[in-house]
């Protein structure tokens, strides 16, 4: 009979464990703290904060750059504190932008020195704001040649966000095909005519960076695009491609806007912007909205009443638009996507692609960023930069 030494096996596997764990060449660096929610004035700069070891997929950046994203404000604020609580102090930020300084053993895509740029996924509790940050090599890929670090942190959190709902939930098209035949029966003669049909889709809310990112990527696969915004917006959604920008502050949206729609991405997310996207979107079509209500009602209601209670508040729309309209209405969010980040990075070197930075600070002048953009000083996007 043969005897297995439990002991012996369990410190082989422990070993074997521990040889696929790398140790990164920081132990610690400066990072931006919320060691409590509330206002800007929380936000610390503390000098030495523990980096952990690298896992088999991770890849160590040195950050360059992060933009300052609506879910970094909100969160330091208390937004999600279901989720966030038990894990305080976080480190806020999802953009990236830097250069690969270490790799975990099992990636095999990323090189130390590369210059990459990439996005942590909603509920990472570990950000960007620090000098070495942390991303799985799936929410990594090269930094598009055409930019700097300034404009490449700003894109992939947003165009992510944008890229999850046209792509995976509406998956939008270039359009289809169709004939059209004529006949005449004055001169006997038959014509063929072959079309494409362009999907429209509508962006309300086209003047953030989510909006510019729908409308910049609905371009690039070939549909129509019509838009929502403010009047300081309307050149910018032009210019990146809308074929229509309605301004809502002095226009009717129910009369200016002209059609039935394929998609409706509605980044504003309110009564009257969910009554606009629904009533011109076409039987067979997608509604998405970025405010879901998940992170609200787990928020009021704790994680385990408030998560059962916002999918039922999901499905029942659901099921309500399915049989009163004939669409499909969803709660979109970024998730990490590979081939998404590397499509986008090649729109970005085709010309195809930006989001326009409107200020940066450095890094040590967190807090009047986060000011700033709660106070609404700032337009548009706000990125902190790293020495």
Excluded at 107 to 130: C, D, I, N, S, W
Excluded at 202 to 207: D, N, P, R, S, T
Excluded at 235 to 250: H, I, P
Excluded at 282 to 291: A, D, E, F, N, V
Aim: one cysteine or more; charged letters at 25%; aromatic letters at 8%.
């Amino acid at each position: 009979m043969r005897f297995i030494n439990f002991n012996s096996l369990a410190n082989r596997e422990s070993y074997s464990l521990k040889r696929l764990i790398r140790r990164s060449i920081v132990t610690s660096c400066r990072a931006v703290v919320v060691p409590r929610f509330g206002g800007p004035e929380v936000l610390e700069i503390r000098p030495h904060v523990k980096v952990p070891d690298l896992k088999p997929t991770d890849v160590l950046v040195r950050t360059r750059a992060v933009s300052i994203n609506p879910l970094d404000t909100r969160m330091r604020a208390g937004y999600g504190r279901s989720i966030f609580e038990a894990h305080l102090p976080l480190i806020l930020g999802r953009d990236i932008s830097g250069e690969v300084a270490a790799v975990g053993v099992a990636v095999k895509t990323l090189a130390v020195g590369q210059e990459v740029f990439g996005a942590l996924h909603p509920t990472a509790v570990r950000g960007t704001y620090m000098d070495y940050a942390i991303l799985p090599q799936d929410e990594l890929t090269a930094k598009p040649t055409s930019v700097g670090h300034v404009e490449a942190s700003a894109i992939p959190f947003a165009a992510l966000t944008a890229w999850r709902a046209l792509k995976s939930t509406a998956r939008i098209t270039e359009g289809y095909d169709y004939f059209v035949i004529i006949l005449s029966f004055n001169f006997f003669y038959l014509q063929l005519h072959h079309k494409i049909q362009r999907q429209r889709i509508l962006v309300i809310g086209g003047g953030g960076a989510v909006g510019l990112s729908a409308i910049q990527i609905s371009v690039a696969t070939g549909c129509s695009v019509a838009t929502t915004c403010g009047p300081k917006s309307i050149d910018r959604v032009l210019e990146a491609g809308a074929a229509q920008a309605v301004d809502y502050t002095s226009q009717n949206l129910d009369l200016a806007l002209k059609g039935e729609f394929d998609a409706v991405l509605d980044t504003i997310g309110a009564h009257e912007t969910e009554r606009i996207g629904i009533k011109f979107l076409k039987r067979g079509g997608h509604y998405m909205t970025l405010q879901g209500e998940s992170a609200a009602m787990s928020d009021r209601y704790g994680l385990l009443l408030g998560l059962p209670l916002s999918v039922a508040v999901l499905v029942k729309k659901q099921i309500e638009y399915r049989y009163s309209n004939g669409i499909g209405y969803w709660w979109t969010y970024m998730r990490d996507d590979k081939e998404g980040l590397e499509e986008i990075c090649r729109l970005c070197n085709a010309g195809k692609f930006k989001i326009p930075v409107e200020k940066t600070f450095p890094v040590t002048e967190v807090k009047e960023a986060h000011e700033a953009k709660d106070k609404k000083k700032i337009f548009g996007k706000v990125v902190l930069e790293f020495d």
